[in-house]
């Protein structure tokens, strides 16, 4: 009996060293990322097939709450030596995140270990708006922009219609018919958001700031009273004061949509990456759904709007064998089958040409064109220094200034004056970061 | 009774918020709100638990509960001191300790978790609740407490030659049931409502604490916010405090009781 | 006051765990952080340059500050009134001895329970202007729709009455813990000598509950001024136009969103020192008027 017990335990044993043995062997990546809600099991799943595919790798995927609480753990982790393998940063935050040092550059970690990876085959607007001096610094992952959603049955029955490429007082024609028919109780709306004003100023050519939007070399000024910006505030002051814009709040996503899908207002400024949601929301209540370009001023040349949302980062300080395993996770997470995966399931669109290829061949974009609106508008786009997105340090403190700019506004500020004020901040801001960093901290 | 529509009006949210945990996306968005249940029925629950909410809830208690009783003791012991001992500094000490009540938690956070990492206590149940266990929040409420306490009491006890300890283990303590009591619901749900500290510090996902989860639940990032889910979540996560706070509202009644006999 | 124990050196003992840890993870900390006002940080001390008293000189003249105080008094000084009365309301008609008393309690003490950002979701979607319950039901009831979160005076209100309903179980316990501690027998002594209810209660309930209306007011003026952060981020931003923007919120947001350490270093201190000063206010106001039943 005892020599049974032994025989059996021993095997046991065995049976867990070697469990032990071979899970030790995995490399463990820690990544960090900021989608919440039913995103959650989505990342985990994809992470999950990545180990599946790649056993001598495990990516471990965390939740650490919004864009800027994920950073700061990452920061406050790195100071201790313990950062994250694989930050999930937000497209403003750029600058920030190569002057705090301590993340390795995106490009020579690709040359470094020999990695192979198409960039041609990547969406240019894209890794545009990534590049630094030539150089790309992260992983592109959920990129999006921004694009007019409405609710085509109720056009209809008001009699109106809008172009797939609408311009500042389509809008307020189309909106003014709407709401003095009584069809829906406001004609638009959006959050308070900075992204959309970058959008309007982008369109119009019209940089953030100056130095080519901080790309070729650090700003010393912001050009929010530009007429660019101007004439987009003023067309958003006019929709709040005739009652036809409704404010949701401040980065209130969830509840502009709300707005919108309870049919409370007719159209929708949003992000591309809300299409999943939008559209089975249209399923669900039996009305059609229709998306447009952003609205632009009329008469002015469209330049295409900027890429959002966010990329991975890979932090510097660790052994060579985790560098390439984040390395390559995050290569396979851009990998065609993983974007069209990432695009279906979210919105956020497929940042390469083979992956819309793709779609397109398996009639995707017919059975859901909405899903194909912000790729054109994509496509469309010049590249040129507004639409790459402005770089500079002091970005996050400008996106504050452009909102609260607006909440003047609305409180009964004349727009120019809101401007001229949010400018004066943003330039003391922009010579704050500069004091401060002056130079990228060289760690190493 | 005025009591009846006060309870019904106080309620009134977490009702709704109960009724909503029930409404799939597509009902949580109409406009009339929809006010009764809706057609999810336990689909939300189940989601939301998926999410880890169990472990989470578990760990919180953990935590909850160690704090609590430790803050109770030191805190007993410190009002202890302040009211029935004269030392030197003692109000010194009284306001040094006062004053941490205005500290505001996201100030020291970055220092807070240099100083966890390098005392290696990083990403550990230690790290959750050391940093909690002074509270000036009991000190000042036992202070108060006991000031109102007969001093003929404590008089009786110096005559019968008890201790300070002995007279807090038979006098104090029994006479400040309903105070214990309250402070120990207080601090569970202090410690259930943590967010911040715990997110920055821990790192493994099986000590995370509920409110993490609930946010996880309730991010709105660019992104549906599905409101069934998140008061999903939040109904989930509101029943263990609850249960302590329907345990422990029976210490009141001890409380008022003990008054009575003299 | 209560007689001493002559055992002085215990008193030490049985406060140094307690001051152990004020020492450690809140005093050290704090300090390393306050030592950042004189700098401006970025990335929390990766780099950081010597300013002298820039950071206060850019607070005490900023619009924004100034606002920011005045709003978090307004806010606290609200708030704590309205849900202080409230909550003594409420706690007087709970303190009775019924049968099933018990569930009305627990009713109202609840939300409690609830932590500041839950809170603030369910009164955000509450108070949506364009898809909210509230707004239905004051479009149906009275044909209004106020716009809670563009117009600066109302999106205070919001906060105000978010916060007042969170924290009138907070209230409530105390209120009915020190209530339920008045002995009978002077009640029912002012019962015989003729006394009505509103007698009773001003010259004889009131009076001893004043040491918990200290405690309360103290310990509100901290949750309002402090623990509100959640609710504030996740209901205004501090918007609109800084109409919602209080101290802890704005030095949160400058500390985290805008990486400023060494600004929101500053601002804490300031907030430090001015709830400080009116806590020492207060206790000095209490030192006269608060009356202690045993000792």
């Known amino acids: 009996m005892w020599r049974r017990l032994l025989v059996v335990s021993l095997m046991v044993g065995l049976l867990v060293l070697t469990a032990l043995a071979t899970s030790q062997a995995a490399v463990k990546i820690v990544f960090w990322h900021a989608m919440g809600g039913w995103r959650i099991p989505v990342i985990e799943r994809m992470c999950a097939d990545f180990n599946l595919e790649y056993p001598e790798f495990e990516v471990v995927p965390s939740w650490k709450g919004s864009y800027d609480e994920t950073f700061v753990a990452s920061i406050a982790a790195a100071r201790a030596g313990k950062a994250p393998h694989i930050l999930h940063v937000t497209q403003p935050i750029t600058r920030e995140a190569i002057d705090s040092g301590i993340f390795a550059v995106a490009e020579d970690l690709i040359d470094r270990f020999g990695m192979e990876v198409k960039w041609e085959d990547y969406i240019d607007a894209v890794l545009d708006t990534y590049r630094v001096g030539g150089r790309l610094y992260c992983f592109p992952w959920n990129s999006s922009s921004a694009i007019l959603y409405y609710n085509k049955t109720l056009f209809e029955k008001a009699g109106v219609s809008l172009s797939r490429k609408p311009t500042f007082e389509d809008i307020i024609e189309v909106g003014n018919k709407i709401v003095d028919g009584g069809y829906a109780t406001y004609a638009i709306t959006w959050p308070i958001l900075y992204w959309w004003v970058q959008q309007w100023m982008a369109e119009q050519g019209q940089n953030v700031v100056d130095n080519e939007n901080g790309r070729a070399g650090r700003p010393t000024k912001a050009y929010l009273t530009s007429d660019a910006s101007i004439q987009a505030y003023e067309w958003w002051k006019q929709l709040y004061d005739e009652g036809l814009w409704v404010n949701p709040g401040r980065s209130a996503w969830g509840e502009a949509l709300r707005i919108f899908t309870s049919h409370e207002s007719a159209m929708f400024i949003s992000t591309t990456a809300h299409v999943t949601a939008v559209q089975k929301s249209s399923a669900e209540g039996g009305w059609e759904l229709e998306t447009t370009f952003l609205p632009i001023p009329e008469g002015t040349e469209r330049c295409g709007g900027t890429v959002g949302g966010g990329t991975l980062w890979v932090t510097k300080d660790h052994p060579d064998e985790q560098l390439k395993a984040a390395t390559k996770f995050v290569v396979w997470m851009s990998d065609t089958a993983q974007t069209i995966r990432w695009h279906q399931l979210t919105g956020y669109y497929p940042i390469k040409k083979t992956a819309v290829e793709i779609l397109e061949r398996e009639g995707w974009f017919e059975e859901k064109p909405s899903y194909r609106t912000a790729i054109d508008q994509l496509l469309e786009t010049k590249s040129i220094p507004a639409t790459q997105s402005a770089l500079f340090g002091a970005f996050r403190a400008v996106e504050d200034l452009m909102e609260i700019a607006f909440e003047e506004i609305m409180g009964g500020k004349p727009v120019e004056e809101a401007l001229a004020k949010a400018n004066d901040k943003a330039n003391k801001a922009i010579a704050e970061y500069r004091r401060v960093i002056g130079e990228p901290i060289e760690r190493k | ?262 | 006051m209560a007689a001493k124990f002559p055992q002085k050196a215990m008193a030490y003992f049985l406060l140094a765990p307690t001051i152990l840890i004020c020492l450690l993870f809140l005093y050290y900390p704090t300090g390393r952080t306050v030592s950042l006002t004189f700098y401006k940080v970025a990335f929390f001390g990766l780099k950081k340059i010597y300013v002298g008293s820039d950071n206060f000189k850019e607070l005490f003249t900023s619009a924004d500050y100034l606002q920011s105080v005045l709003v978090s008094f307004i806010f606290t000084g609200a708030s704590i009134v309205l849900s202080m009365t409230i909550s003594l309301v409420l706690a007087i008609l709970l303190n009775q001895k019924v049968r099933g008393i018990g569930i009305y309690v627990i009713a109202i003490i609840w939300p409690y329970t609830l932590s500041f950002a839950v809170a603030g979701t369910i009164w955000s979607y509450l108070f949506n202007p364009a898809v909210g319950m509230i707004n239905y039901l004051l479009e149906s009831l009275f044909r209004i729709k106020p716009d809670w979160i563009s117009i600066g005076p109302l999106a205070l209100i919001m906060i105000i009455v978010t916060t007042t309903w969170k924290s009138l179980g907070y209230n409530v316990i105390f209120f009915l813990a020190a209530l339920q501690h008045i002995p009978r027998e002077l009640l029912e002594a002012a019962n015989v000598d003729g006394a009505n209810d509103l007698q009773r209660f001003w010259k004889i309930i009131l009076p001893l509950l004043t040491p918990t209306i200290f405690f309360l007011l103290v310990m509100n003026s901290i949750h309002c001024f402090f623990t509100s952060y959640g609710m504030i981020s996740i209901m205004t931003e501090g918007g609109p136009a800084g109409a919602t923007n209080i101290m802890v919120y704005k030095l949160v947001h400058d500390g985290f969103n805008m990486f400023k350490t060494g600004y929101a270093s500053a601002q804490s201190l300031i907030l430090f020192v001015i709830v400080v000063a009116f806590t020492l206010i207060q206790f000095r106001v209490a030192g006269r008027r608060v009356h202690y039943g045993g000792a």
């Open chain 2, 1 to 262: 009774m005025a009591l009846i529509i006060s309870a019904l009006l106080i309620m009134t949210p977490v009702i709704l918020a109960l009724i909503g945990s029930t409404h799939t996306t597509f009902e949580a968005n109409l406009y009339p709100p929809k006010i009764t249940p809706g057609s999810a029925g336990i689909t939300n629950y189940i989601r939301a638990w998926d999410f880890g909410l169990g472990r989470m809830m578990l760990n919180t208690i953990f935590v909850a509960a160690v704090v609590s009783v430790g803050k109770i003791v030191l805190s007993l012991l410190a009002a202890l001191a302040f009211v029935y001992f004269d030392f030197r500094f003692k109000s010194l000490i009284f306001v040094f300790i006062l004053i941490t009540m205005m500290f505001p938690t996201p100030v020291r956070i970055v220092a807070l978790y240099d100083l966890v990492e390098s005392l290696k206590m990083g990403d550990s149940y230690l790290a959750l609740t050391a940093p909690y266990l002074a509270s000036a929040t009991g000190i000042f409420l036992f202070r108060q407490h006991f000031r109102s306490i007969p001093s003929s009491l404590a008089d009786a006890a110096r005559v019968d030659g008890a201790g300070p300890l002995r007279f807090l283990a038979y006098i104090l303590i029994p006479m400040s049931m309903s105070a214990i009591g309250a402070l120990a619901m207080i601090q569970f749900i202090y410690m259930w409502n943590q967010y911040l500290w715990p997110l920055i510090i821990i790192s493994s996902e099986e000590k995370q604490l509920i409110q993490l989860g609930l946010r996880m639940l309730m991010q709105d990032l660019a992104g549906e916010q599905e409101w069934g889910l998140a008061m999903a979540g939040v109904v989930i996560s509101l029943l263990p405090p609850l249960f302590i706070f329907i345990l422990l509202q029976g210490q009141f009644r001890k409380g008022y009781a003990l008054a009575e006999e003299k």
